[in-house]
């Protein structure tokens, strides 16, 4: 089907609203909302249109409502872990660190803006650490600042919540 100038431009008003880094606050809010069915057919229309990240912001911030059956349905930690990893692809100046804390002092996965602040994320397992079979079930996270010669943490919240806060950082 050939496009006219009219649905063209109209298509590119689309985009330009909902497949924009700026629509990641949206997505958010409007994601979980989204059917299986819709969310997959805005991300098929975006990727379409060479938009692949936004695709997968959409596809990602619907994914935090889905339960167990559901077709986007992913385990709480690896929803955070998704959510976080696509800030530091779509974000300019971040760096994404993961390790283990007793090797790795901050947190299992940190964002990092420079040396200026960073936003360290930590585990939170149904076990103990010497229990092969334990589970990551959630994250904690702490914002933090550098201060003299170390960094000093600005605000922690137990446990982190997927969604706006993350995304309010990265973006602020």
Do not use: K
Request: aromatic content about 6%.
């Amino acid at each position: 089907m050939e496009l006219s100038s009219q649905q063209h431009d109209q298509l590119a008003e689309f985009l330009e609203v909902w497949a924009s880094p700026a629509a990641a606050e949206t997505s958010v809010d409007v994601g979980p909302h989204l059917t299986c069915v819709e969310v997959d057919a805005l991300a098929r229309l975006m990727r379409t249109c060479g938009r692949d990240e936004e695709a997968d912001m959409w596809l990602v911030s619907h994914s935090m409502d889905d339960g167990p059956g559901d077709a986007h349905y992913t385990l709480i930690a690896d929803q955070i872990r998704a959510e976080v990893a696509h800030i530091a692809e779509i974000v300019p100046g971040l760096t994404l660190l993961d390790g283990d804390p007793s090797t790795f002092d901050p947190g299992h996965l940190i964002l990092e803006r420079g040396h200026c602040d960073r936003y360290v994320l930590t585990e939170i397992c149904d076990s103990t650490e010497d229990d092969p079979e334990r589970e990551c079930i959630g994250y904690t996270y702490t914002i933090q600042r550098p201060g003299d010669m170390t960094w000093t943490p600005e605000r922690s919240i137990d446990p982190y919540v997927p969604g706006m806060s993350a995304w309010q950082w990265a973006t602020t």
